[in-house]
């Protein structure tokens, strides 16, 4: 269950706020992603990275900022959000190009508020 | 792009029932599906999958079944156990806007076995 880790695991933030969220995996991974889980939209891609570069930003808001340093580390910069924004955030990450090996795996998630 | 679509949305079962999960695809060159299992506030975790060049896969009392032809698959779920209680979520691989890969994750079904 350590394979990928996420910080904080709760956060509540004013919508004048800006904070960031951080996804670490200790898999050797070079795919990395962040997900935005809520009741309406389950399991919803936000952006994907590949080998430290973005190869997906599903008409995400420009207020949600992907930062990618290197292949073991993901984060999402939040300013400005809205309470609609509330939601669970999950990074994962998987081996990049797929073949043998191309699972997805998941951090724990961040359970974001907006007041 | 990909869509998946996935049936039911709720599903109620006895203890030792079976249960099915049906899924849909739309795109024809997608040929890897995931299947994913959440429990209440944990992270998703892959429980199967299947390659396009298999059409049945099994793992002790859970079984998946692709029809390429018809562009769907389904979870089949033997001697259900309170255990078996989550939400499962179906995938299919397609490519993202930059040429890399991603998965397309279904809604998501809540299971509840009965005891």
């Known amino acids: 269950e350590t394979g990928v880790t996420q910080t904080p695991r709760h956060l509540v933030m004013g919508m004048t706020n800006k904070k960031s969220l951080k996804c670490e995996q200790h898999l050797g991974h070079n795919a990395m992603y962040w997900y935005k889980q809520s009741a309406k939209k389950p399991l919803e891609l936000m952006f994907v990275?590949?080998?430290?570069?973005?190869?997906e930003n599903n008409s995400v808001p420009s207020r949600f900022s992907p930062e990618c340093p290197n292949s073991s580390h993901l984060f999402l910069h939040l300013h400005t959000l809205q309470p609609e924004d509330s939601a669970l955030y999950l990074c994962?990450?998987?081996?990049?190009?797929?073949?043998?090996?191309?699972?997805?795996?998941f951090g724990p998630g961040t359970r974001l508020t907006v007041l | 792009g990909e869509n998946v679509e996935q049936h039911p949305s709720t599903l109620s079962v006895q203890e030792g029932d079976s249960a099915v999960i049906k899924c849909t695809y739309s795109?024809?060159?997608?040929?890897?599906f995931p299947w994913y299992k959440q429990e209440l506030g944990k992270r998703p975790q892959l429980i199967i999958d299947i390659r396009s060049n298999v059409g049945e896969k099994k793992d002790q009392r859970i079984a998946v079944t692709l029809n390429k032809t018809a562009k769907h698959f389904s979870l089949h779920i033997t001697e259900t156990q309170p255990e078996d209680s989550a939400v499962y979520f179906c995938a299919a691989r397609a490519i993202t806007q930059g040429g890399s890969e991603k998965l397309v994750f279904g809604k998501g079904t809540k299971l509840t076995v009965n005891p």
């Open positions: 990275y590949n080998f430290k570069e973005q190869t």
């Open positions: 994962a990450s998987s081996q990049a190009p797929s073949g043998v090996s191309d699972t997805q795996y």
């Open positions: 795109d024809s060159a997608s040929n890897y």
